[in-house]
């Protein structure tokens, strides 16, 4: 909860969160609320924590190595919605995540050294942005990738291609 104070602001997790296992070590580095008071928590270390405070749910997304629907990483750097806010974007150490917020169910992009096939060109994903038609994606290494969100092809802009480099945040 963010409380104003006196020159200053004061944020300080619910009583419900505090004696949650996934907050006894680790902390968030960024959320997102909805207008429906839904919370979504990106983790240092552990994945998206998902609270939705009118239903009292609380769900922990987290990687799987064995599970393909899982979350893509543990390590969350940047969370936020899509254009229209039906799908909560996750930018992690290891690719791009979608979480369709009505269902939970995860779509994920990863690097194609991971995977060996069409991906992204770099695993780090610091930053994202919606235009309605694709999402943008800035990498640490890779410059700017792009997901055509009809189709799900892939475009690679980096230094090549006159970026002046390929650290893009």
């Given at each position: 909860e963010l409380k104003r104070g006196k020159n200053e602001y004061v944020l300080t997790r619910p009583a419900r969160l505090k004696n949650l296992p996934v907050f006894a070590k680790e902390s968030f580095r960024n959320y997102v609320q909805s207008a429906k008071g839904e919370y979504w928590f990106g983790m240092t270390e552990k994945g998206v924590?998902?609270?939705n405070q009118s239903k009292d749910l609380m769900v922990?997304?987290?990687?799987?190595?064995?599970d393909k629907s899982s979350l893509g990483n543990d390590v969350i750097n940047l969370i936020g919605f899509d254009r229209d806010s039906t799908n909560i974007l996750v930018g992690t150490d290891s690719g791009f995540s979608i979480i369709k917020r009505s269902t939970l169910a995860i779509q994920n992009f990863y690097p194609r050294a991971r995977i060996g096939a069409a991906g992204l060109n770099n695993r780090y994903v610091y930053d994202f942005y919606d235009d309605g038609k694709k999402f943008w994606l800035t990498t640490y290494g890779g410059g700017i990738n792009s997901i055509d969100k009809r189709t799900g092809s892939l475009k690679y802009y980096t230094t090549t291609e006159g970026l002046c480099s390929d650290g893009v945040y």
């Open positions: 924590l998902y609270w922990h997304l987290e990687h799987k190595s064995s």
